[in-house]
């Protein structure tokens, strides 16, 4: 788990975990109760939600995290098969300048409508070819070699829609009080715990525990 510029944590990554994790299916709806300290920590104060009755989980990262695109694969092929009442959302984290202009990034493919095709390609070429992508003229020239129209990106990364949503992204980061990512937090209420984990399964495992024990407690409710 990257943290701000100050530390890293250790996110122990398992060999060959991606490639398990491609057929990994949640099992949220069977899976072991959630233990706190072990599975998750709560957030504090509970943070409201936006998914309407669904259980809201939501994915804190930046492009430019390793250990997020490690586990953007895995990731991915999990939310494929969540159940039909979770609702996946993700969150750039921007604790940097470079993270700042990566989570723009994001944010304005999403106005472009591109973001979800170029997702992994981001990743790849930032941490597989080398591209400074945080560089803006450097993006600009990346975004339009990969189909996505020049002007729409260039007037959507420095729109005021798209600073709005960094602004509440930074708000999100320090509501939840997020010290690392990659971060899954689930329902505004559970922080999904890393610490100690072995590989990236085991990490979709607790949170699978995890959105169980959010489902109860809205049966509860």
């Known amino acids: 788990m990257v943290k701000t510029d100050r530390s890293r944590r250790d996110f122990v990554l398992a060999a060959g975990a991606a490639a398990t994790l491609a057929a990994f299916a949640p099992l949220s709806a069977l899976a072991a109760p959630a233990v706190r300290g072990r599975d998750y920590q709560p957030i504090d104060p509970p943070q409201p939600t936006e998914s309407g009755g669904k259980i809201e989980v939501i994915e804190f990262f930046s492009y430019g995290c390793p250990h997020c695109n490690d586990f953007h694969k895995p990731l991915d092929a999990w939310v494929a098969k969540l159940p039909a009442d979770v609702a996946f959302k993700r969150v750039p984290a921007a604790w940097n300048g470079a993270w700042a202009n990566l989570a723009k990034l994001y944010y304005a493919l999403e106005v472009t409508g591109d973001v979800a095709r170029l997702d992994g390609a981001i990743f790849a070429a930032i ?30 990364y420095k729109s005021f829609g798209v600073a709005s949503k960094i602004n509440r992204a930074n708000q999100m980061v320090q509501s939840y009080r997020i010290g690392g990512v990659p971060a899954l937090a689930v329902e505004g209420r559970y922080l999904v715990s890393t610490e100690g984990v072995k590989s990236l399964g085991e990490v979709l495992t607790r949170a699978d525990a995890v959105i169980a024990q959010a489902r109860s407690d809205k049966a509860r409710k």
Do not use: L
């Open 127 to 156: 941490h597989e070819q080398g591209v400074r992508m945080p560089i803006p003229d450097v993006m600009q020239e990346w975004v339009e070699k990969q189909g996505v129209d020049g002007r729409k990106f260039a007037d959507a």
